[in-house]
Antibody
Framework: EVQLVESGGGLVKPGGSLEVSCIAS????????LNWVRQVAGKGLEWVAS????????YYSDSLKGRFIVSRDNAKKSVSLQMNSLRAEDTAVYYC??????????????WGQGTLVTVSS | QSALTQEVSVSGTVGQKVILSCSGS????????VGWYQKTSQGAPKTVMY??QLPSGIPDRFSGSKSGTTASLTISGLQPDDEAIYYC???????????FGGGTKVTVL
């Protein structure tokens, strides 16, 4: 059974940093690209970033303007999102999601349960 | 403004057929498979369709299709459990990004 389990969410002050992580199981981790998708309360789903199976191709939403960094460790079957210079508008549930393919240019097939990040003073 | 355009809301009675659309462009929908995701107020998104393929465990009353720059999700035989917001998403080669539609709220009357 494919499972994606996020962790690391919490309360952080504006301007601060936080890293959220996702541990995967139930599939051959190194053959799939992965994503971070977020949802602000009351708003729609918003794609944040994708990382290819090898980690060599990484794509970000333009709206993040270089504040977020995605990485993966295929040996540990994990993917992380380092979030810097956090703003109140980054408050959202962050979902880890697996692609159908290895390169990122395909639909998502599995989602984690999400981790809540709250940016507030 | 989303790169993909979806109806804001669609409604139907139990057993009725409803069709949701996802309108994009030549750099996204026309050339890449479209995913459809069901999101209720509680819980994570669930993938209900990718391209025209039904994920394991999803009822076959869901079907997907595409014509040019518009993809569609059809729910044949609407059920109360289908009440949710449905998002479409695909890859955009110009933006080099995954793009989502704004979501369609499906209401079962």
């Amino acid at each position: 059974e494919v499972q994606l389990v996020e962790s690391g969410g919490g309360l952080v002050k504006p301007g601060g940093s936080l890293e959220v992580s996702c541990i995967a199981s139930g599939f051959t981790f190194e053959t799939y690209s992965l994503n971070w998708v977020r949802q602000v309360a009351g708003k729609g789903l918003e794609w944040v970033a994708s990382i290819s199976s090898s980690g060599r191709a990484i794509y970000y939403s333009d709206s993040l303007k270089g504040r977020f960094i995605v990485s993966r460790d295929n040996a540990k079957k994990s993917v992380s999102l380092q979030m810097n210079s956090l703003r109140a508008e980054d408050t959202a549930v962050y979902y880890c999601a697996r692609d159908l393919c290895s390169g990122g240019n395909c639909p998502i097939d599995y989602w984690g349960q999400g981790t809540l990040v709250t940016v507030s003073s | 403004q989303s790169a993909l355009t979806q109806e804001v809301s669609v409604s139907g009675t139990v057993g009725q057929k409803v069709i949701l659309s996802c309108s994009g462009s030549g750099t996204n929908v026309a050339n890449y498979a479209v995913g459809w995701y069901q999101k209720t107020s509680q819980g994570a998104p669930k993938t209900v369709m990718y391209g025209s393929q039904l994920p394991s465990g999803i009822p076959d009353r869901f079907s997907g299709s595409k014509s040019g720059t518009t993809a569609s999700l059809t729910i044949s035989g609407l059920q109360p459990d289908d009440e949710a917001i449905y998002y479409c998403s695909t890859w955009d080669s110009r933006l080099k990004a995954k793009v989502f539609g704004g979501g369609t709220k499906v209401t079962v009357l």
